[in-house]
């Protein structure tokens, strides 16, 4: 089974399942003499871990990570990073009684066709489980692009359900880790919940919207034909568990709009200034190319598939049944899947600035 690899100068492996022993990752490729901040680690698998609040899977897990090799006196040696996530509150005996019925809109089915075989426990690799290891790598992304330039990446809940943040509102002047929700405004945030806790009340789930703003972006990042800058983020971020579409810049609304509207004037700089647009349709990027604004993305994620409703599925010996999922899963995923928009992001941005480097002389 491939597919576990991304990224061609800063690498990334993901390893372990969900129900397994452990989880992890290697992250080969990122240059030596970069400060490990082990408190960033730290800091952005706790706004991934579930069993936080009510809003989540109950599942606890601590996430507390064990840095195996690649960091000697504190700094990155330009060697294999890897780290690793002991499962502690692994419940396989969960999955038992369902090992033999595909549920509807998971990976049991294709995973049966494709492979011959597969984990049933919580979805094996198929599991968002695995997207711990994931922010870890991000973690290690964010200390390169902070050590090697200007690059910031700051992701927050747009939307949920129905509940949408104005479409305008890009912009985070603060952290939303306060917030249970990871939204920056509040009066938003409290109608969120409604929205997450009447799912719950009718044993359903529901999806939502992030977006993702990066800011410092150099110009030059991104590669033609195949590599441009917005196909690689684009990549990126589907790769993520629950992702249905992913935006740059206008988007979907770029439909609608003519050529004289949507176009990014470009307006004479102030003195030792690089050139700017007026506005930013495009979304950071023009032609594959990153041009020096903000990027922008928005994600939309679907509702969580496994609910407590009574659903009609069949089994693996194609006979008809019905299936209630029981264990403990989130009634909705997005407001978790903030640090994991941002790690996508940034493993994507690292490597493209490496590749960036790499074409100069």
């Known amino acids: 089974m491939s597919g576990s690899i991304t990224g061609k100068l800063f690498r990334v492996v993901n390893f372990g399942e969900s129900h397994g022993p452990a989880i992890g990752v290697v992250v080969d490729g990122c240059p030596a003499g970069v400060p490990f901040n082990n408190d960033l680690v730290t800091s952005d698998l706790i706004r991934r871990r579930p069993g936080q609040n009510t809003f989540s899977t109950q599942r606890k897990e601590i996430d507390e990570f064990e840095l195996l090799s690649g960091v000697f006196e504190?700094?990155?040696?330009?060697?294999?990073?890897?780290?690793?996530?002991?499962?502690?509150?692994?419940?396989?005996?969960?999955?038992?009684?369902?090992?033999?019925?595909?549920?509807?809109?998971?990976?049991?089915?294709?995973?049966?066709?494709?492979?011959?075989?597969?984990?049933?426990?919580?979805?094996?690799?198929?599991?968002?489980?695995?997207?711990?290891?994931?922010?870890?790598?991000?973690?290690?992304?964010?200390?390169?692009?902070?050590?090697?330039?200007?690059?910031?990446?700051?992701?927050?809940v747009h939307a949920i359900g129905k509940v949408a943040l104005p479409e305008d509102f890009d912009y985070v002047e603060n952290s939303v880790e306060d917030d249970i929700l990871n939204c920056p405004l509040p009066e938003y945030s409290r109608r969120m919940q409604e929205e997450i806790n009447q799912a719950k009340h009718n044993k359903d789930s529901i999806g939502g919207q992030i977006k993702c703003v990066v800011t410092g972006i150099p110009i030059g990042l991104g590669e033609p034909v195949y590599e441009k800058l917005d196909a690689v983020l684009a990549s990126s971020l589907m790769a993520i568990n629950a992702v249905k579409a992913v935006e740059i810049g206008s988007g979907v609304r770029a439909a609608i709009m003519k050529g004289s509207e949507h176009n990014d004037a470009f307006v004479l700089p102030d003195e030792g200034d690089q050139l700017r647009t007026s506005t930013n349709y495009s979304g950071g990027i023009q032609g594959g190319i990153s041009n020096g604004e903000d990027i922008l993305l928005k994600l939309s994620f679907k509702p969580v598939a496994s609910i407590a409703k009574t659903q009609k599925t069949v089994t693996a010996d194609n006979a008809a049944t019905l299936l209630k999922v029981d264990g403990r899963h989130d009634p909705c995923v997005v407001p978790r899947a903030v640090p994991i928009v941002e790690a996508h992001v940034a493993i994507a941005l690292a490597d493209m600035w490496l590749w960036n480097q790499s074409s100069k002389i």
């Open 74 to 156: 504190g700094k990155t040696t330009g060697t294999p990073i890897a780290m690793l996530i002991r499962n502690k509150d692994a419940r396989p005996r969960d999955y038992e009684a369902i090992k033999n019925t595909y549920r509807p809109s998971h990976a049991d089915y294709v995973y049966d066709k494709k492979y011959g075989f597969r984990d049933y426990r919580g979805g094996g690799r198929s599991s968002a489980r695995l997207t711990a290891s994931t922010v870890m790598a991000g973690a290690v992304a964010k200390m390169m692009l902070q050590e090697v330039s200007t690059i910031s990446v700051q992701a927050f």
